[in-house]
């Protein structure tokens, strides 16, 4: 699979002929958005496309993670069809993470697949979900357990669609840019931490930095690990494995991605100190840092089923929970971890 093209630039959703320059031999497009992005931003993105040449065919999605269903999908690649498009045409997908993924997990499978391109317009998929090809829905036994690897073509930030986020969606994405702070350059920890009020009030120039670095680091581990079958991809899982517990045992849709990713860092940390050699004095001050954020409390959720749904999670060996850990700030590991010391951290956090 080739490398996407990144487009990091004020006004870059209006530049459709840079971005989709070869992308559909049949001129032809599906513009692949939900009600909330649509509206802002849809007219928009799709007279840029027309400018460019290409015919298009609009489609939307319902929004949340109601997109990212098999249904949804199913009504995707129907009226493609219907519209008459073939394999040589390509989708552009406008959202956050859920439309990304249901929309590049469509253009992975429509007639095999079609190229696509990813127009992030949140935060969190600005820096992360919009890019590296990782593409897919969720099922009635948790999330994104059904889909494909298929790397878009390019990727288009533009920085200005932010302006309009609502707070938590900032918190969610900050809250993915974290986990690279802590993981892979602590440099981006210090720069989020430090400059939590400017971000969250939409400084654009700051708020480009953390998306630059992210989206660079997030490049550079796809890159070396497209299919996660060689390690590094799976050290972006920090704080992933309860999190994502989390987030289906809380119900879908009910914590924002980043909201449970800061939960699940939370837990991680502890582990991190008992488990991998994280000093505690860090493992506070970051724990500090992230109880200060505003995020909702899962309700009702049962520590059983966080652990059930940890030994299930795709680093799980022989039912046995694996976790990303960190030795030290910038030194991920992963490790097998007892579930005594997933139940006690479980319990710490909540
Ligand atoms: N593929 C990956 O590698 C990857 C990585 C992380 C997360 N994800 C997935 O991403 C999904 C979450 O994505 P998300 O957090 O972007 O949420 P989302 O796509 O559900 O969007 C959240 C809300 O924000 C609104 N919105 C979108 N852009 C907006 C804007 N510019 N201004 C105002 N409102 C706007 C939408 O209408 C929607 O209501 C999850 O399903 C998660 O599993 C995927
Ligand atoms: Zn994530």
């Known amino acids: 699979m080739s490398v996407e093209k990144l ?29 909330g992005a649509w509206r802002r931003f849809g007219p928009g993105v799709e007279k840029s496309l027309k400018r460019a040449g290409l015919k298009v065919h609009r489609h939307l999605l319902p929004s949340g993670e109601a997109a990212k269903s098999w249904d949804s999908v199913s009504d995707l690649l129907t009226s493609m069809l219907a519209a008459g498009l073939g394999r040589d045409c390509a989708i552009v997908a406008l959202g956050g ?17 079609i190229p696509w391109v990813s127009v992030p317009t949140t935060l969190l998929g600005q820096l992360d979900s919009g890019l590296g090809g990782k593409t897919g829905i969720n099922l009635a036994g948790g999330k994104n357990l059904a889909g494909c690897f298929h790397r878009p073509n390019a990727v288009v930030c533009d920085p200005e ?59 550079r581990i796809v890159d070396s690990d497209e299919r996660e079958t060689k390690g590094p991809r799976e050290l972006l899982n920090f704080g992933h494995t309860l999190g994502h517990a989390l987030e289906s045992a809380s119900g879908l849709g009910a914590l924002r991605h980043g909201e449970a990713v800061i939960w699940g860092m939370r837990a991680a940390l502890r582990l991190s100190h008992r488990c991998s050699g994280l000093k505690a004095s860090f493992a506070a001050e970051a724990d500090r840092f992230l109880a200060t954020l505003p995020v909702p409390l899962p309700r009702r959720v049962d520590p059983r089923r966080l652990l059930e749904l940890a030994r299930r999670d795709k680093k799980a060996r022989g039912g046995r929970a694996r976790f990303v850990l960190l030795r030290a700030p910038g030194r991920p590991v992963t490790a097998f971890v007892s579930d005594r010391e997933i139940l006690r951290a479980v319990r710490e956090i909540l």
Do not use: H
């Open 7 to 35: 487009f990091v630039e004020p006004g870059a959703r209006l530049s459709a002929r840079a971005w989709t320059r070869g992308l559909a031999p049949s001129g032809r497009v599906a513009l692949v958005s939900e009600a």
């Open 97 to 113: 993470g859920s439309v990304t993924d249901a929309a590049g997990f469509a253009a992975a499978i429509y007639q095999r697949g």
């Open 161 to 219: 669609v932010l302006a309009s986020l609502p707070p938590r969606e900032r918190v969610s994405g900050f809250g993915e840019a974290l986990k690279y702070g802590l993981v892979f350059e602590p440099g981006i920890w210090a720069l989020i931490t430090g400059n939590w009020d400017a971000l969250m009030a939409g400084d654009p120039a700051l708020t480009g930095k953390v998306v630059e670095r992210c989206a660079a680091w997030k490049r």
